[in-house]
């Protein structure tokens, strides 16, 4: 019998960890995750994503802001593919705080990536970029070569992990590559991105939970798609041929305000009567409009997305509804 592969996943607690976990699990992976030591205290809060599956996982304490932490954990698993998503993923704390954001997300990869090269150079290394690199972007649909200009910390941070990783591959021959992820949601979504927010305040107001819900920006656009098809490409990507740095998305967008009447008419209310706009919550610089050129997936990966946006929203609000109704 063949060895069973092994994975490390950096950020398994979060949405793309727990669906890629599962995944991987699935096709016959030994998983690995790395996991912070707070999560061990509350488990209840930050383990909820991977509890059915928890006993099936291989899981390690450690830092990524610490090169002998990550150091370490690599050095014990030795493993064929890394899959680094742990990160400050929220785009509005990043201005509150740069310089942790600067921290985990810079030197978070760069750790990995010099603990990868010495250790176990044959490792394959998936980065979780992002569409927040395009910023304000130069041209509409955004593709590979798209000119990045990061309009927050978050996305200068990624932008900065995104060429760590292009220059290990160029430097020193590692097969590491960056997946540029438009937004990806789901039911398993935290609840300050915009997405849960509002589908977890639509679904309240219907049970009389809530009576109001306060946005920023409704004109901003987005390419959103579903995270638990965008974690089976990334596996795709570290099983090519040769490293690539891919766009995955939908090719469509939407605006914040779209989605909004859209998961409210599901719960059959008029988002107007109870959406308030508060200024606070607009951000120092905003990117306006996102939406994928997924061509170069598609020829080369096989990118073949399904899930629509009223599909991705509905269920996102029932999923919200039936689990604020049955834990009232
Ligand atoms: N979070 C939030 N809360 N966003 C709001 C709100 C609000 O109350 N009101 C309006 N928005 C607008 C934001 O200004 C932004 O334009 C849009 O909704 C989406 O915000 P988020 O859901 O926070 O996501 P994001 O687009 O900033 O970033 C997400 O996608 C990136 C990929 O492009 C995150 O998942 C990033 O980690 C990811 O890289």
């Known amino acids: 019998m063949s060895k069973k592969k092994k994975a490390l996943i950096t950020g398994i607690t979060g949405q793309d960890g727990s669906y890629l976990a599962e ?10 995750g790395i996991i912070r030591r707070v999560a061990l205290e509350d488990q209840a809060h930050r383990m909820w994503r991977i509890r059915d599956v928890q006993d099936k996982l291989i899981l390690h304490c450690g830092a990524l802001e610490s090169y002998p932490s990550i150091f370490n ?8 593919e890394c899959y680094h998503l742990a990160a400050q993923s929220f785009v509005t704390y990043s201005f509150e705080d740069e310089f ?6 810079i030197n978070g990869t760069h750790y990995l990536l010099a603990a990868i090269k010495n250790l176990c150079p044959e ?23 798209t000119r990045f200009h990061p309009r927050s910390p978050y996305g200068i941070s990624k932008v900065a992990g995104f060429d760590l990783t292009r220059n290990y591959r160029e430097a020193y021959n590692s097969f590491a590559v960056s997946g540029i992820l438009f937004n990806h949601e789901s039911p398993r979504r935290g609840f300050e991105f915009v997405t849960r927010k509002i589908t977890s305040s639509a679904a309240k107001i219907k049970l009389g939970l809530a ?14 798609g579903h995270s638990r098809e965008y974690v089976k490409i990334m596996r795709t ?41 508060d200024s606070k919550l607009f951000r ?45």
């Open 23 to 32: 995944y991987l699990l699935e096709l016959g992976y030994e998983v690995h």
């Open 73 to 80: 954990i690599i050095c014990e698993i030795k493993p064929d």
């Open 100 to 105: 942790s954001t600067f921290n985990i997300n």
């Open 123 to 145: 490792c394959r290394f998936y980065f979780a970029a992002s569409s927040e690199m395009f910023g304000r972007a130069e041209e509409v649909p955004q593709r590979e070569i």
């Open 211 to 224: 009576d109001k819900l306060f946005l920023g920006n409704l004109d901003a656009k987005r390419d959103w």
């Open 237 to 277: 990507m570290l099983n090519t041929s040769s490293p690539e740095d891919y766009v995955i998305g939908t090719g469509e967008t939407h605006s914040v305000r779209e989605f909004v009447e859209l998961a409210f008419s599901e719960m059959d209310l008029d988002y107007r009567k109870y959406v308030e706009i």
């Open 284 to 328: 120092p610089a905003e990117v306006d409009l996102l939406v994928a050129d997924t061509t170069k997936a598609k020829k080369e990966l096989g990118w073949d997305y399904k899930v629509t946006f009223q599909e991705l929203v509905i269920e996102m609000v029932k999923s919200d509804y039936d689990f604020f109704k049955k834990h009232n």
